[in-house]
């Protein structure tokens, strides 16, 4: 992992295609989401980036970076790759062990998307997570409840 230059609420990383590099991004968005008061979020944005990460890795194509980062109560974050397929939800089967990957991220984030890289083939799989109150609800940027 080559870590980018970044301000002190955003990081963003390079990522070598290697084994280890998956875990390595989890202990790395755990320890910065810590140092960022966001304790509350940090398992749930980990499983979140090791899904978008694994999925970069073994569909995607060489660059693959890894962004994060963070506004009042929110973290957003971003996998971008140069390879040229599209993820799409899929039905996997109870036995399955691939396919549910971003039914997974889908369900730990409030919102997440795809938008084609600007300069040739490509894809960012981009995403947000808001902490929740005590109350149970979602809280917005803002401040706000969400329901």
Same mark, same amino acid.
């Given at each position: 992992?080559?870590?980018?230059?970044?301000?002190?609420?955003?990081?963003?990383?390079?990522?070598?295609?290697?084994?280890?590099?998956?875990?390595?991004?989890?202990?790395?968005?755990?320890?910065? #989401? *810590?140092?960022?008061?966001? =304790?509350? #979020?940090?398992?749930?944005?980990?499983?979140?980036?090791?899904? #978008?990460?694994?999925?970069?890795?073994?569909?995607?194509?060489?660059?693959?970076? #890894? *962004?994060?980062? /963070?506004?009042?109560?929110?973290? /957003? +974050?971003?996998?971008?790759?140069? +390879?040229?397929?599209?993820?799409?939800?899929?039905?996997? +089967?109870?036995?399955?062990? =691939? +396919?549910?990957?971003?039914?997974?991220? *889908? *369900?730990?984030?409030?919102?997440?998307?795809?938008?084609?890289?600007?300069?040739?083939?490509?894809?960012?799989?981009?995403?947000?997570?808001?902490?929740?109150?005590?109350?149970? =609800?979602?809280?917005?940027?803002?401040? =706000?409840?969400?329901?």
């Amino acid at each position: 992992m080559i870590g980018i230059p970044s301000c002190p609420r955003e990081i963003r990383w390079e990522l070598r295609a290697e084994p280890g590099v998956t875990a390595e991004c989890r202990a790395v968005v755990r320890e910065r #989401l *810590a140092e960022w008061d966001l =304790h509350d #979020l940090i398992d749930d944005v980990a499983i979140v980036v090791t899904e #978008l990460v694994a999925n970069a890795l073994v569909h995607g194509a060489a660059p693959v970076r #890894l *962004a994060l980062g /963070t506004a009042p109560d929110t973290v /957003t +974050g971003s996998v971008a790759d140069g +390879g040229a397929g599209w993820p799409r939800l899929r039905q996997a +089967g109870a036995e399955s062990e =691939h +396919g549910r990957g971003l039914r997974i991220v *889908a *369900a730990l984030t409030d919102a997440w998307g795809v938008v084609p890289l600007p300069a040739g083939p490509g894809k960012t799989i981009w995403f947000t997570r808001t902490r929740v109150s005590a109350e149970g =609800h979602r809280v917005s940027a803002e401040g =706000h409840r969400g329901e």
